[in-house]
């Protein structure tokens, strides 16, 4: 299926979203659609499965012109959409999943399940995937949910396929097999659309490049004909020479040291001394440990055995209620359902850790309240015109930007950041770079997790590579590299 | 551009919050006017107080409601509680206690029982609807072991406790004296300090919270001895103005509660919510039973027309 | 916990300072207790019913109504609900719009007592129906002679299955006058006469008559007659009864209520004393000009009673 988009415009109100883009999709080739948040890619690929109406343009499919009233009707025609938050039944089975609304059934409604459990059995044979159709979706890591989510949309003869943010919660195994399915469907002349702000994946993978900003398309170019520095000037617009940024800060003493943290089979003698002014990042697979040690460290989870100093002192840390008290902040790498208060106002989210500060007598002063919100959102450089509205009225980089104020408006001495820029555009994870900068200039210790390997060595002072629960090593500065990293992480040395 | 795009979207979400804010208040005018229209003697200042002293118990009790809701609990006991505050404070009273010791008494009771809700539904980690119901069945059972399943009269007739349900403060009756008190403090304590912040952020989303170092628990009990104590004040307010403890006064009143505080525009979900609106919610099904009073409508439609306000006034709340 | 002592502390505070100038329901005025004479067409009665589900009271509406149409007279009626304070609120309603007689049909004879005083201040003369109240200045109680349709039931058991059966006895809801004065007629004559075994309220309701009567089967199965304060009881007391496979226990009920009459027609309910509630009401809507017109009223004025059997 070819699919030809010319001069697509769209807007919401007063609000133009796209001004005239032009998109053009080949059977068989992965098309790389790139652009900050906001560019307007979700818009279009909306408009091209039937959420959305386009205001002007033309839709050709295999030269004919086309337009859908809804989802359901493009499916039937052959595209699918993989969103990056998957719509899935939890409670019920991988086959029940795979077979939502369009179950086999006989023609007094009994649903064939034998049948069922064949098709479904071809199609994982097909791809690779092993997983038992019995279980539960919510006892599949996300990364399974996935490619559950891939296999349904192939149940139904798919041409097209687009997949947002695909990547974002897969561990390198399953991106690896991804990437298979992903080459296998590329030889069944499958057309697949792939958003994504990972730029390795995009050099991986994508036979072609789409970049947007502010509602038109910038460029198209094979893959092979761009690089890197060309792709992100495109997509912010100039140039980003300090990505990371390189002010060398002075190490000062050690604010937290943990001894021999353990917890049964999640992670094992764990040590290591975190400096004022200082980034460690933290390295490893997903489910090597890493984020289980920091929530153990910060009271969430119960640490079975081990010790925790601040500043030089032994503390007892039982809920984050006392790690807060003794000066530590975490931010989790679950931004939803840990960090932000949706519904709540800026102002109420970002005080949160802190208007006990502007209490007395347990009476809340509005004014001096508000007054250091507004610090730190002038601080933060959070976008916004006013800080009573609503946190979900922000893009997900701003709304990262305010749960890290609350956590620097808690005046943290050591700061965890889970993960601080996943889904988020590379403007504001530049802005998130320096502000963790500034914040070690002012002797905070910070402690990174992240997946990202670039940001990892951008970043951090040393780097903690983390491996089934163990630490596998420790790199400094000058010897960070992608390939060290990955070797202790896999579990060679 | 993009600076652009996002403030529309923020005065948007702005202008929808207004009308939620509003909704109510405008719901509960419209309501009088069409009353008034229909029968003058609505707006007659007798009769608003006389309104406002009916409306004074399901207010108290949606007050705390409130307060429970919001955390994303509910609390199903308070008819109940009510009926069992009112029971023993009435006993207390018979054994020739001094009302203003019973009084306080009362309210302490409801206030324990509350926090026995608190304490199941933390510690024993029960849902808030389940564990308030067995408790409602507890405490009204408890109210007829109590009684015997006899009213309890008889047991004061001194002024101080006639005057809590019977009594004139300048002309303005005594129960809706202490609905205005109640209704300030609690305002206050929901809306400027920090146990009402607390509440909101449970509600808002509690796995958050925790991370953000607010003790839930502690929290959700007091929010619970909240809503005992304004049953029992309600329950008070009762036994004084019928002269007598009922055994089985107060039943059903958590649905009439309930309905206050969502047609004032908390939602169910938690997180979200005012108690002016649930003082509203409270004035609106009140409007509505005492004019439809007047108006001569019968008992039987009036059910049908509350049950149609309510659902007018969460889809109203629900459009933006 | 702190918070919780502030509130209580201010409300006391409040309580004790807020005494001078202050005065109670039903004091505050005190018009005149002779009342103007009005004629029937331009009269308007309010009447406040303890609960609309049971058809007894809609037939002493029905009875108050047709009495006052055939007069011209306006009715206002509203619904308690059997609840003591919605009662209280609607009857307030009633007084505000300036209804010349009230005709109360009490949930609860004592915490009707302030609705009554609050009538008494506005100057409208009361009349009570089926229940008394304890207190507050009455024209009159229109009801039947409990206490004598009591002891007619115990009387027809005897009748029946003779001396010193075993007897069980449905009481209504507790507290209420009904319920105290049925209850009484019928021990008057039981102790005498019958072995009663055991007696537990049902509140007036059928179905819980159901469950009381299949709870009371469970601990005596080989009881001989049943009487039920009123006939909803005595309905679901037979269910009880045929569902348990017992076929000769008698059944006696109170009111006379249409299902009840045609339960008897059936053979399935023994007798019942009956009532007559649309007399009741139609008595009162005639004690009301009475009064009104100068007449003397008496305190209490009996609503005739009839036991009906198959015969």
């Known amino acids: 299926m070819n699919i030809e988009m010319k001069g697509v415009t769209k807007s919401f109100g007063s609000n133009t979203v796209l001004r005239g883009v032009d998109f053009n999709l080949l059977a068989g080739e992965v098309h790389a659609l790139m652009g900050e948040n906001g560019a307007g890619k979700s818009t279009l690929m909306n408009i091209m499965t039937g959420l959305h109406k386009k205001d002007d343009g033309q839709i050709v499919i295999d030269g004919k012109e086309q337009l859908f009233e809804n989802p359901k009707e493009a499916e039937n025609y052959g595209i699918s959409f993989i969103h990056q938050e998957m719509i899935t039944w939890p409670e019920m089975t991988v086959l029940e999943n795979l077979f939502m609304g369009k179950e086999i059934k006989t023609n007094f409604g009994w649903i064939k399940t034998k049948d069922m459990k064949n098709k479904a059995n071809n199609i994982f044979k097909e791809l690779g995937i092993n997983i038992d159709f019995e279980k539960q979706m919510k006892t599949l890591s996300v990364g399974q949910q996935q490619l559950v989510e891939i296999a349904k949309t192939l149940m139904n003869d798919t041409e097209v396929i687009i997949m947002d943010e695909p990547t974002a919660a897969l561990t390198d195994r399953e991106i690896e097999l991804l990437f298979k399915i992903i080459n296998q469907l590329k030889e069944k002349n499958v057309a697949i659309v792939y958003i994504s702000h990972r730029m390795e994946e995009i050099f991986k993978i994508s036979d072609r490049v789409t970049v947007m900003r502010d509602g038109i398309s910038i460029s198209t170019k094979p893959t092979k004909e761009t690089y890197y520095d060309e792709i992100v000037r495109q997509m912010v617009g100039r140039d980003l020479e300090d990505y990371y940024p390189t002010i060398e800060s002075e190490k000062g003493e050690v604010v937290l040291e943990v001894k021999e943290l353990s917890r049964s089979t999640l992670f094992n003698e764990i040590s290591f001394k975190l400096h004022s002014g200082e980034i460690i990042g933290f390295s490893g697979l997903m489910g090597s440990g890493r984020t289980e040690i920091m929530r153990a460290i910060f009271g969430i989870d119960r640490l079975e055995k081990g010790e925790i100093f601040i500043e030089g002192k032994k503390v007892e840390i039982k809920t984050p209620n006392d790690a807060i008290s003794k000066g530590i902040g975490f931010l989790t790498e679950n931004r939803k359902d840990e960090g932000l208060f949706l519904d709540f106002s800026i102002r109420d989210n970002i005080s949160m850790t802190a208007f006990e500060e502007f209490s007395k007598y347990g009476w809340i002063n509005r004014k001096e309240e508000a007054d250091f919100v507004d610090l730190l959102i002038k601080r933060l450089t959070v976008k916004t015109t006013d800080m009573e509205l609503p946190a979900s009225a922000l893009s997900g980089g701003n709304q990262q930007k305010v749960v890290l104020a609350k956590w620097i408006g808690a005046g943290s001495k050591v700061l965890i950041l889970d993960e601080p820029t996943r889904g988020v555009d590379v403007g504001a994870k530049k802005e998130i770079y320096s502000l963790m900068k500034e914040l070690t200039e002012r002797g905070v210790g910070i402690i990174m997790v992240s997946s990202d390997l670039p940001e990892v060595i951008g970043v951090s002072d040393r780097v903690i590579v983390v491996h089934e629960g163990k630490i596998a090593g420790e790199l400094s500065k000058e010897s960070l590299s992608e390939e060290k990293i990955m070797t202790l992480a896999t579990g060679g040395s | ?320 | 916990m702190k918070k919780l002592f502030g509130l209580l502390t201010i409300f006391t505070m409040f309580l004790l300072g807020a005494c001078g100038s202050a005065t109670l329901e039903g004091e505050q005025s005190d018009e005149s207790e002779k009342v103007a004479e009005i004629s029937p067409d331009e009269m308007t009665i309010g009447l406040s019913i303890s609960t609309l589900n049971n058809p007894f009271f809609g037939q002493l509406q029905e009875g108050v109504e047709d009495k006052a149409e055939e007069n011209g007279t306006t009715v206002r009626t509203v619904d308690a609900q059997d609840d003591t304070a919605t009662q209280i609120n609607g009857i307030d309603d009633l007084i505000q719009q300036g209804v010349d007689v009230l005709l109360i049909n009490p949930v609860d004879s004592d915490a009707i007592t302030p609705a009554i005083e609050s009538a008494n201040a506005a100057g409208i003369p009361v009349i009570t129906l089926d229940r008394s109240s304890e207190g507050g200045e009455v024209v009159t109680l229109i009801a039947s002679d409990n206490v004598q349709g009591g002891e007619m039931a115990a009387e027809h058991i005897v009748e029946l299955v003779g001396e010193n059966a075993k007897v069980v006895q449905l009481e209504g809801t507790p507290g209420a006058s009904a319920a105290n004065e049925r209850g009484e007629g019928f021990n008057n004559v039981a102790n005498e006469k019958l072995d009663v075994v055991d007696s537990q309220s049902a509140n007036f309701s059928r179905s819980e008559g159901l469950t009381v009567m299949e709870n009371l089967l469970q601990s005596n199965s080989d009881i001989d007659a049943v009487f039920a304060q009123n006939d909803e009881m005595a309905l679901g007391a037979i269910e009880a009864i045929e569902a348990a496979g017992l076929e000769d226990i008698v059944v006696i009920g109170f009111d006379g209520n249409e299902d009840a009459l045609a339960q008897i027609e059936e053979g399935r309910l023994d007798a019942t004393v009956a009532q007559q509630p649309y007399e009741m009401g139609s008595l009162a809507v005639q004690a009301a000009y009475d009064y009104v017109s100068g007449k003397d009223v008496e305190n209490v004025i009996s609503s005739p009673l009839e036991l009906m059997t198959a015969e």
């Open chain 2, 1 to 320: 551009m993009e600076a652009k795009s996002k403030s529309i979207t923020q005065t948007k979400a702005k202008r929808s919050e207004l009308f939620r804010k509003l909704g109510p208040l405008i719901a509960l005018i419209v309501l009088v006017v069409v009353v008034t229209f229909l029968n003058t003697n609505f707006i007659n200042p007798t009769n608003i107080l006389n309104l406002l002293r009916q409306v004074s118990v399901n207010a108290l009790i949606a007050f705390g409601m409130t307060f429970v809701i919001i955390t994303g609990g509910i609390d199903l006991s308070v008819g109940s509680t009510l009926a069992l505050s009112g029971a023993l404070t009435a006993g207390i009273l018979a054994a020739g206690v001094p009302p203003v010791v019973a009084i306080f008494a009362g309210l302490l009771i409801g206030a324990a029982l509350g926090l026995l809700n608190g304490i199941v539904i933390t510690k024993g980690k029960v849902a808030p609807f389940i564990a308030t119901l067995a408790t409602m069945t507890i405490f009204r059972g408890l109210t007829l072991v109590y009684t015997e399943g006899n009213p309890i009269t008889g047991f004061s007739d001194d002024f101080t406790f006639l005057f809590f349900g019977r009594g004139y403060l300048f002309g303005i009756p005594f129960p809706v004296v202490l609905m205005a008190i109640a209704f300030g403090i609690l305002f206050v304590l929901l809306h400027k300090m920090t146990f009402g912040r607390k509440t909101f952020a449970i509600g808002g989303n509690e796995n958050a919270s925790y991370i953000a170092g607010i003790k839930s628990d502690r929290v959700k009990y007091t929010v619970y001895a909240i809503s005992g104590m304004m049953s029992a004040l309600a329950g008070l307010i009762l036994t004084s103005r019928l002269n007598s403890a009922q055994p089985t006064a107060g039943t059903a009143y958590e649905l009439d509660a309930i309905a206050a505080v969502v047609i004032g525009g908390t939602s169910l979900a938690g997180g979200k919510g005012r108690i002016v609106g649930t003082l509203i919610g409270a004035l609106i099904i009140g409007t509505l039973n005492n004019g439809l009073n007047l108006l001569g409508v019968s008992s039987f439609y009036q059910q049908v027309v509350r049950g149609i306000v309510i659902i007018i006034a969460v889809l109203l709340d629900r459009k933006k």
